[in-house]
């Protein structure tokens, strides 16, 4: 039996990196377990969240995410023994730094999720997922995307002819 | 040498102490390559032009006759000692100047394992600031032209040098320029930081200075520059350039120490000190660690505790 799907006017496009030992088999178990949760979630598989580089979080807002998601095992339970403690440190560091150069941090959620855990995972990514849409779309990295730089700007008349007449 | 620490107030930093330390910088040199306790001595010759220096690797007693120390001597030369300036150095003990800030540098590289302490002879300097990047050189270094990292500055005596040239302490009535600024940005709302760094980082010419310059960015392969699969957009526009920025103040926390030549080196005035700074701090405030003049074994990333602040996972 499928809930009542509501019409919403905007669907974030939220990206999940996880780990394949916890989250991974946790949203499989919310999945085999036929709970529902948003579909806006895109789930990205990596060994450990020891692998996860910010580089991808800023990757991801990038290319369009409006929120991101980065899960794994509970500390301790490590499939390589610490790599979650390492990106707990990593992760509070990048999150420092976007927060320094203007990002909303609520776009951007951590979690531990363990593999019985399915329900858990429901939960983080509704959360989320209605979070991201009460903010909207995330407009900073993605209008970067389409600027350009001048090294001047267009300001003197024959400049303006100039520009005018490329295009 | 360091026969009796002093006082100096910022107003007039006497020329003359800068000459006291080249004097012995000098002294110090000649002697450990006459008695070959070292193959070559990394410092500062004269440059060119009056109030200019440029760093130099001096192999004979009659060069090392000719080092200086100046407010030019801004270069942190650790950067010559680490791989990524491959064929600088020959085989061999090497001696290499180094002000309280350059310092920090070297005990970074050697604690990862770069460059090896016994490999070393650091002549440390005393240093009573240096001229800032657009300061007026014809006057003696002053408040009104010393670097915004020299205001700062907790590190003028180096600590764990082999021999130090001066014996200055500490200098007074400097504004902390850097920590105002530092305070005004983090006082804006997310979207004022973010249009200040937008504008700031959409300046950027990529010319990777901050790069080159920086003792810690020795990698033989940047991932900034790899193209399967690129990481960062390597063309000169604000998504590649913002992308660029946060790697690099990501890559050097916990690392950086601090000598702000990222920010010298700079042709179009990027504040990078301050994610430095910034990045530093947080460190400082989450992992009590901070980057010093004695080798650490493990920076704060690249270490644990079980019991390390995880309020901001669900």
């Known amino acids: 039996m499928h809930a009542e799907t509501v019409q919403h006017d905007f669907e974030p496009k939220i990206v999940a990196f996880v780990c394949t030992w916890c989250t991974y088999a946790g949203a499989d178990l919310a999945g085999t377990s036929r709970m529902q949760y948003p579909a806006n979630v895109r789930v990205l598989k990596f060994p450990c969240t020891g692998r996860i580089d910010p580089v991808f979080i800023m990757r991801a807002f990038q290319k369009g995410a409006d929120g991101v998601l980065v899960s794994g095992c509970h500390p301790g339970d490590c499939h390589y023994m610490a790599g979650n403690f390492h990106a707990r440190r990593r992760f509070a560091a990048f999150r420092a730094l976007l927060g320094f150069v203007g990002v909303d941090l609520a776009r951007l959620q951590f979690s531990w999720v363990s593999a019985a855990e399915g329900g858990k995972w429901v939960e983080v990514v509704t959360d989320l997922t209605e979070k991201v849409r009460a903010m909207g779309p995330m407009p900073e990295f993605k209008e970067l995307e389409h600027e350009e730089q001048w090294s001047g700007a267009v300001n003197t008349p024959e400049l303006k002819e100039a520009y005018d007449s490329i295009n | ?314």
């Open chain 2, 1 to 314: 040498m360091n026969a009796k620490a002093q006082k100096i107030h910022a107003a007039s930093i006497d020329p003359a102490y800068y000459q006291a330390v080249t004097e012995a910088i000098r002294l110090e040199a000649v002697k450990l390559l006459k008695d070959e306790t070292v193959v070559a001595v990394v410092g500062y010759l004269p440059g060119r032009r009056r109030g200019t220096a440029s760093p130099a690797l001096v192999t004979t007693a009659e060069q090392a006759a000719q080092l200086i120390f100046s407010p030019a001597c801004a270069n942190n030369l650790s950067v010559y000692l680490t791989k990524a300036k491959k064929g600088v150095l020959k085989k061999g003990r090497v001696a290499i100047v180094a002000k309280g800030c350059d310092m920090r540098a070297l005990a970074g590289l050697i604690g990862e394992s770069q460059i090896k302490r016994e490999d070393l002879h650091i002549i440390g300097v005393a240093c009573a600031g240096v001229y800032g990047f657009d300061a007026d050189r014809s006057q003696p270094v002053s408040a009104a032209n010393i670097a915004r990292k020299c205001r700062e500055c907790t590190v003028h005596l180096p600590e764990g040098a082999d021999v130090t040239a001066g014996s200055l302490t500490e200098l007074s009535g400097l504004t902390p320029v850097e920590a105002q600024e530092l305070a005004r940005i983090e006082a804006m709302t997310p979207t004022e930081r973010w249009a200040f760094w937008k504008a700031h980082f959409s300046r950027c010419i990529r010319c990777m200075a901050c790069r080159q310059v920086c003792p810690f960015c020795y990698c033989e392969q940047c991932l900034c520059d790899k193209n399967r699969p690129q990481a960062v957009e390597s063309s000169p526009r604000p998504a590649g350039n913002t992308a660029w920025h946060l790697v690099r103040a990501m890559h050097l926390a916990g690392r950086c120490g601090g000598c702000a030549e990222c920010e010298r080196v700079c042709p179009m005035d990027i504040p990078l000190n301050l994610l430095n700074r910034r990045m530093a701090k947080e460190l400082k405030e989450l992992y009590d660690y901070e980057a010093t003049m004695t080798p650490q074994e493990k920076g704060p990333l690249t270490q644990y505790k079980e019991d390390d602040d995880q309020s901001f996972i669900k």
